[in-house]
């Protein structure tokens, strides 16, 4: 059973073959174009997908040494994501499965992220609880089967991810800058300064409130001290990703309690940062709960995860017409 995937939602064009639920290549082009516009500017990801998508899909397979007459399906990001990204991925697969005869299957980006864990070992136990953070989404995840999965927590407003950059870019970080906060706030004293949290009920978050809080901040010490960034950056980054980060795990410990899960696993690009991996792994230890982090090449957006989760849903006959159509906002 090989299965083609196709990832395109955002910046990255990726492609994966997968073959008895094994991956046998993973190749990811990235779009630096966007950094000189301090963020994704969507006409041009779209150019961008229709120049790497011929040469990507091409060097997965031949990367995995399979033919295209070896190809049992062909899987692609449905949704959500930007339309014109999603709309190259989305043409190309439909093309290629109707010129190839063989079986379609949609993906959905963020479902596609939780399954990352099962490319290699080891493994999260069903059930298990997934914190999937990216530049657009921040959920709580009940996980009871490949497909059978269950938001029971998620953002009221900006996802967590955006926070990170656009906290980045008030410290004129260049884009992407989530990592740059990553990378100086492991110099820095998380409790330097302090940021409120915001108190949002049951399992949902907020990060609108941290932003707003964080721009005064900034403003307030450079009236006093117009060199106050530059002279304390590694303590500011530690001190804004200290808040983030406990933001995200003071509800994540808290749907553990819930629930009763003891099986805990993080996706999605935030996923990749190593104060959140770092505080994840002493949160799990204080619960008695065991922690799943993929590795950093399956946080970030790729094919491979997209090729998992076609694995499940070809196994079950799950296949999709051509009339499909991406969807920019795509429900769980």
């Given at each position: ?6 990832e395109s939602s ?6 994966a ?7 046998l ?6 779009q ?11 006409e ?8 790497h998508i011929?040469?990507?899909?091409d060097k997965?397979?031949n990367?995995a040494k399979v ?12 949704g959500?994501?930007?339309?014109g990204?999603?709309?190259v991925g989305?043409s190309?697969?439909k093309s ?15 479902q596609a ?5 099962f490319?290699?070992d ?6 298990f609880?997934?914190l999937?953070v990216?530049g657009g989404?921040t959920q ?10 269950e938001?029971?927590?998620e953002?009221?407003?900006d996802a ?5 950059d ?13 990592p740059?906060?990553?990378k100086?706030a ?6 330097a300064?302090?940021?409120?949290l915001?108190?949002?009920p049951?399992?949902d978050?907020?990060?609108s409130?941290?932003k707003t809080?964080?721009?005064?901040f900034?403003?307030k ?6 060199n106050?960034?530059s ?5 500011i980054?530690?001190s804004?990703q ?5 933001i995200?795990l003071?509800k994540?410990?808290r749907a553990?309690?819930?629930?009763g899960?003891?099986?805990i696993?993080?996706a ?14 002493e949160?799990?230890?204080?619960l008695?709960?065991n922690?799943?982090?993929?590795r ?9 995860m997209?090729a998992?989760a ?7 006959g799950?296949?999709?017409?051509q ?6 906002r795509?429900?769980?």
């Amino acid at each position: 059973m090989n299965i083609l995937a196709i990832e395109s939602s955002c910046d990255e064009t990726s492609s994966a073959v997968i073959s008895n639920g094994k991956i046998l290549s993973n190749v990811v082009a990235t779009q630096l174009i966007h950094t000189q516009y301090g963020g994704v500017v969507p006409e041009l990801a779209s150019r961008a997908h229709q120049q790497h998508i011929l040469p990507v899909v091409d060097k997965a397979l031949n990367d995995a040494k399979v033919t295209k007459k070896d190809l049992d399906a062909i899987a692609f990001t449905k949704g959500p994501g930007l339309l014109g990204a999603l709309l190259v991925g989305t043409s190309f697969a439909k093309s290629m499965a109707m010129g190839l005869d063989i079986p379609l299957i949609e993906i959905n980006h963020m479902q596609a992220h939780v399954l990352a864990h099962f490319i290699e070992d080891p493994k999260p136990k069903f059930p298990f609880l997934c914190l999937t953070v990216s530049g657009g989404h921040t959920q709580i995840v009940k996980v009871s089967g490949p497909l059978e999965m269950e938001i029971i927590g998620e953002t009221k407003d900006d996802a967590v991810g955006e926070a990170f950059d656009k906290t980045a870019k008030l410290l004129n970080l260049p884009y992407p800058g989530g990592p740059l906060i990553d990378k100086y706030a492991a110099q820095g004293n998380p409790m330097a300064y302090a940021f409120p949290l915001p108190e949002m009920p049951g399992l949902d978050f907020s990060f609108s409130g941290i932003k707003t809080s964080f721009m005064y901040f900034l403003q307030k010490q450079a009236r006093e001290n117009a060199n106050f960034v530059s002279e304390n950056l590694n303590d500011i980054c530690a001190s804004i990703q200290f808040t983030l980060i406990n933001i995200l795990l003071k509800k994540l410990k808290r749907a553990a309690r819930e629930t009763g899960i003891k099986e805990i696993a993080i996706a999605g690009g935030v996923s990749a940062n190593l104060g959140l991996r770092t505080s994840l792994a002493e949160l799990g230890e204080s619960l008695g709960c065991n922690v799943y982090v993929p590795r950093f090449e399956y946080c970030t957006d790729n094919a491979a995860m997209i090729a998992m989760a076609a694995h499940y849903k070809y196994l079950e006959g799950d296949f999709c017409a051509q009339t499909v159509s991406p969807e920019a906002r795509m429900a769980f």
